[in-house]
Nanobody
Framework: VQLQAFGGGLVQAGGSLRLSCAVS????????MGWYRQAPGKQRDLVAL???????TYADSVKGRFTISRDNAANTVYLQMNSLKPEDTAVYYCNVDYRRSFERLFSNSWGQGTEVTVSS
């Protein structure tokens, strides 16, 4: 399976960006999809998760500003980021739990990361 993330870039504080992550592979059943971020010199932290039933969870720092969504037909997860702050600057990684139709157990995979820089 491959995860291709894109949509990062440079934006001024208060601006918006939309990240996308497409999961490719045959016969996939995708469960949880999520976004994490890692700022320079810091650990990778959860930003948002979306479950197969559409339930979502967010880090407190992004609640009310970021929205995670998914297109199950396209196996794609999105992160709409509004009211961006300089402290949102990080490399953003997508992450999925998936299995192939003939497998019982779920596996986990990371995308390559897309960089978001918010200038003050």
């Amino acid at each position: 399976v491959q995860l291709q993330a894109f949509g990062g870039g440079l934006v001024q504080a208060g601006g918006s960006l939309r990240l996308s992550c497409a999961v490719s592979g045959s016969g996939l059943i995708v469960n949880v999809m999520g976004w994490y971020r890692q700022a320079p010199g810091k650990q990778r932290d959860l930003v948002a998760l979306i479950f197969a039933n559409g339930a979502t969870t967010y880090a407190d720092s992004v609640k009310g500003r970021f929205t995670i969504s998914r297109d199950n037909a396209a196996n794609t997860v999105y992160l709409q980021m509004n009211s961006l702050k300089p402290e949102d600057t990080a490399v953003y990684y997508c992450n999925v739990d998936y299995r192939r139709s003939f497998e019982r157990l779920f596996s986990n995979s990371w995308g390559q990361g897309t960089e978001v820089t918010v200038s003050s």
